[in-house]
């Protein structure tokens, strides 16, 4: 039995999107470069600010990690995993500034999301990065809400925006 395709956005859409995303730390030069590589027949990259939520500390960046993993548990979240970037780099020779990034998860959550469809995986966990950058720590999330425009034909109800409320008051608890 063949499986109906889904209509999704294409391949060089969604890896304009991640680039936009995995670039935010980086100056508008590069992002206009990749916005001026893309065909004219994708989507326009959607800016920094609305695929994301940002805030900012001055809270030293073990701190703020920790506050995060705490408000994240006290809202149901599990830290699935912290990822040392900073670490990682350096050990192939690469040196940045201190960067985790942080994957949370609700299993209650991300059942539903799957359940709806199983393609919304590559959106799971949520994940929180963490940097420091000009003096203060950073902390940037993609907004879960995302995934409407990513799989605009998929019903996930009211999850994303609840995933969202929930993380963002995560983070502003945390800073």
Do not use: W
């Not at 893309?38 to 609305?50: G, H, N, Q």
């Not at 425009?149 to 995933?163: H, N, Q, R, Y």
């Amino acid at each position: 039995m063949m499986r109906s395709m889904k209509r999704f956005p294409s391949i060089a859409t969604l890896f304009a999107m991640f680039a936009a995303l995995t670039l935010s730390a980086c100056n508008t030069d590069r992002m206009e470069q990749t916005t001026n590589a893309r065909s004219s027949t994708d989507s326009p990259i959607l800016a920094i600010e609305d695929i994301s939520y940002t805030n900012s500390s001055t809270k030293p960046i073990d701190e703020l990690i920790a506050a995060i993993e705490v408000a994240a548990a006290e809202h149901n979240f599990t830290v699935l995993q912290k990822h040392d970037i900073q670490g990682s780099l350096g050990k192939k020779g690469f040196d940045i500034p201190p960067y985790t990034i942080i994957e949370v998860c609700n299993g209650k959550f991300a059942h539903t999301i799957l359940s709806a469809t199983r393609e919304a995986g590559m959106f799971l966990p949520c994940r929180i990065a963490v940097y420091s950058e000009d003096g203060l720590n950073r902390i940037i999330m993609m907004k879960p809400s995302l995934i409407r425009t990513m799989m605009p034909e998929s019903d996930f109800g009211s999850i994303p925006d609840e995933v969202e409320r929930i993380l963002i008051s995560v983070i502003e608890e945390a800073v």
